[in-house]
């Protein structure tokens, strides 16, 4: 078992009963099917009082453990350590009642002479006990709660039986006994090894979040200082033109960090999607640009062609689509001949885009296409070996494409002249024109909460330029003194990880002050439980610290809109 999680956590327990739950689901449904079967079969061989009892008790028992799973819903992931026990209590009890109904059906199974009885009665115990033992895999105790009461009554009437048929069914069912708590046993220490290193997995991913937190923050600052330094009238050319390489070092570090979190947080509910207003000219030219130097090393030509079709800006993962791309053409780039040209089509068919790419290098090997997206795969030939690579960036590019709704597909290659791959996404037109980025934020009053200072003159001048009056505060405390004296503000952006008071604290106590308008989480952490604490603590929105300046007025924009009259 994972050491830095102990089975007697609340957390573990939680998680084990989460698991109970979700295939309690399927467990509904194999009782009323098997039960309503069990009923047509012992129709007119067992007395119709005792099926009208047993169905009875089995449907009342049903509806008790799915209120149960309603309650569990509403409140089960907040219980203390000594409440998830007693959930879990009251959990078995009823699979151990509801065993003991199964169990009374192998008691009278033996009435009257009918072999197809005594089977398909078989056959149903069996059934439902082989089920239980995959259902209630995460507990061992639960599983031995519906397997004991269930077939050892069956067994046991077997066995004492006169017909020596009978008896050697029913040693034949305590072998299966037998067999079925061995399974028990080691389906039961693969779950819990897998919920383990399911915790294992979050507190990585958590530390990795940590870390790009203390990197984003420090790096935002120097962008946006950068940012408005390039954007000041009277700076000299030279000046202008190191402001600018700061910005565009600071911006490549953040996309860097931003990239790490991606790789390591794929496919986890961990790391959210963060879709924005995403120009697509801009995001070619700028992965382009990126590449520019690989380019022109090798004397390989881009050319890239646009359809009419295709809308200047979509919603989508600025991010994940640069990542793509940036994947697909340094493979392009890397197998391409020198002085080679590389085709970049773009083509958009709702809601779905579509691009192209293009090489016209070695090509893939027939019987190697098949591997092609498994990760770490590279074919054995002498043209790929003496490039460098991990055999990881296609596998990558796959997964980031279907985490964005769409995929990543070889549509054609061959050997000594070349591949086009299609790489889609989900992805829906911009509609309107965006707004003009000058005093946006007129006539509106904002209070900025955030412990690190050059945030908050960052922020604070970017957003005076807007033509807001700004406030800031140091740590959520003063924010909450502030609030209960004066709450004349239209908007706070406010600051998660600060030293007394935090973020979440603040805001709980701003809420109880009667303060009903917009509170955005001013983070930068992207977990999806921190989303969810946030939601659960009062706060609007959130808005990522790595997130353009431009992009941040504009979600600011959103929430400071006029409600509509009712």
Request: proline fraction near 4%; hydrophobic fraction near 45%.
């Amino acid at each position: 078992m994972i050491e830095w999680e102990s089975q007697q956590s609340p957390r573990f327990k939680s998680a084990i009963l989460e698991l109970l739950y979700e295939q309690n689901k399927i467990a509904f449904a194999a009782i009323i099917i098997n039960g309503g079967l069990y009923a047509y079969l012992s129709w007119g061989i067992i007395d119709s009082t005792l099926i009208y009892f047993w169905v009875a008790a089995n449907l009342l028992l049903t509806v008790i453990r799915y209120f149960l799973f309603l309650k569990w819903r509403a409140k089960g992931r907040n219980l203390s350590s000594l409440a998830l026990d007693a959930a879990l209590k009251q959990f078995n009890i009823c699979v151990g009642i509801s065993g003991i109904l199964w169990g009374l059906i192998g008691i009278g199974c033996l009435r009257g002479d009918s072999p197809t009885y005594l089977a398909a009665t078989t056959f149903l115990i069996a059934g439902m006990t082989s089920g239980a033992v995959g259902a209630y895999s995460s507990s061992l105790t639960t599983m031995y709660s519906f397997l004991f009461p269930s077939i050892i009554p069956f067994t046991l009437r077997l066995v004492l039986d006169n017909q020596l048929a009978h008896r050697i069914m029913g040693l034949i069912c305590v072998a299966y006994i037998i067999l079925m708590i061995l399974i028990a046993r080691s389906v039961n220490s693969r779950t819990l090894r897998g919920v383990g290193l399911g915790f294992e997995n979050e507190n990585l991913i958590s530390r990795i979040n940590d870390a790009s937190h203390e990197i984003r923050t420090p790096v935002t600052a120097i962008a946006g200082a950068a940012e408005l330094l390039a954007d000041h009238p009277n700076l000299p050319p030279t000046a202008l033109s190191y402001s600018k390489i700061i910005l565009r070092n600071s911006l490549h570090l953040k996309k860097l960090v931003d990239n790490i979190l991606v790789i390591a947080t794929s496919g986890s509910k961990e790391h959210p999607q963060a879709m924005e207003s995403v120009s697509l000219r801009d995001e070619i030219t700028a992965v382009g640009s990126m590449m520019q130097s690989r380019l022109k090393e090798k004397g390989i030509q881009l050319e890239t062609q646009f359809t009419a079709a295709v809308p200047a800006k979509v919603w989508t993962s600025s991010l994940k689509f640069q990542q793509i791309l940036i994947n697909l053409l340094s493979n392009a780039i890397k197998f391409s001949p020198q002085a080679g040209k590389i085709s970049l089509s773009v083509d958009f068919v709702r809601p779905f885009l579509n691009i192209k790419v293009t090489d016209y290098g070695i090509g893939i090997l027939p019987e190697n296409i098949d591997r092609l997206f498994d990760p770490f795969f590279r074919e054995n030939r002498a043209e790929v070996k003496s490039q460098e690579g991990s055999g990881l960036g296609l596998a990558l590019a796959r997964t980031l494409s279907r985490e964005l709704g769409g995929d990543l597909k070889l549509l054609q290659s061959q050997a000594d002249k070349g591949s086009t791959f299609l790489f889609s996404l989900r992805a829906l037109p911009v509609e309107g024109d965006l707004p003009q980025p000058s005093q946006r934020l007129s006539g509106k009053k904002i209070l900025l909460v955030d412990d690190a200072e050059d945030i908050r003159f960052l922020f604070r001048n970017r957003l005076e330029a807007e033509g807001a009056e700004v406030e800031v505060c140091q740590d959520g405390q003063a924010a909450v003194d502030l609030l209960a004296k004066n709450g004349d503000f239209d908007l706070i952006l406010m600051d998660l990880n600060m030293p007394g008071l935090d973020g979440f604290l603040a805001t709980k106590h701003i809420r109880k002050l009667g303060y009903d308008k917009p509170i955005l989480a001013f983070t930068a952490y992207s977990s999806f439980t921190t989303m969810q604490k946030c939601q659960s603590y009062g706060f609007s929105d959130h808005i990522y610290k790595s997130t353009e300046l431009n992009d941040i007025i504009m979600t600011l924009q959103k929430w400071l809109k006029p409600l509509p009259a009712a």
